[in-house]
């Protein structure tokens, strides 16, 4: 999840897959205005352009375009409802068939105010994977590239993760392993190490699933420390 400063302050917790808070437009920017004009000699603010309510700090050309302001806009809406990498909100901005001089000033704004962040997207989604989803890795590293985060970035975030895939391979396959009690073993065995690896478990996936399926058939094997 992308947050911001104001949202910290609240103490909150918040799934990983929710978009920041974003401002009403111009209230923050009204602000600098204003103490931008205190500060000026009175010929200077006289012959300044009217203030835009999306202009911060950001004066290159097409920027301040209708265009580009209501493509801004679309953004914003959007990033309100669900939290976006940078390749996702060069997506949303492709719709306004900005040049891509316009398109990249605004990513970059966007990056300058919290609201684009692709390596604190990915570390918050990979932690989320496996406290919610119990997904592997593998599953993780999939989601992130196929939502256009670099594989550098996806390799940090999951050096981010404790090194546990093996005990929570195993903690899902003893949650599915009882249900598949009446099948012949093998069948239980490539069913169960096939759920693991669509999970992205990987190499620990047969381990797992056997080892299950040893504790459902011979729960005296299991020794457990409560």
Known sequence: MIMTDDMRGEGTERSADLAPVIPLFGATDDRAAARRAVTQEPSTVESAPDWHATWIDDERPGID???AVDAEKRLLKRLRTRSLSIREAR????ESELDPETSDALIERAERNGYLDDARLAEQLAHAATERKAQGRQMIAQTLSSRGIPREIVDAALGTLPDDEAERALEFARKKASGLGDLER???LRRLSG????RGYGAVALSAARQALDEV???RSRVRFD
């Not at 997506?91 to 492709?94: D, I, P, Q, R, T």
């Not at 759920?195 to 669509?198: D, E, G, K, T, Y």
């Open 65 to 67: 375009s209708e265009a």
């Open 91 to 94: 997506a949303v901005l492709a």
């Open 186 to 188: 093998d069948v239980a």
């Open 195 to 198: 759920q693991l690896a669509r």
């Open 217 to 219: 058939s011979s729960p």
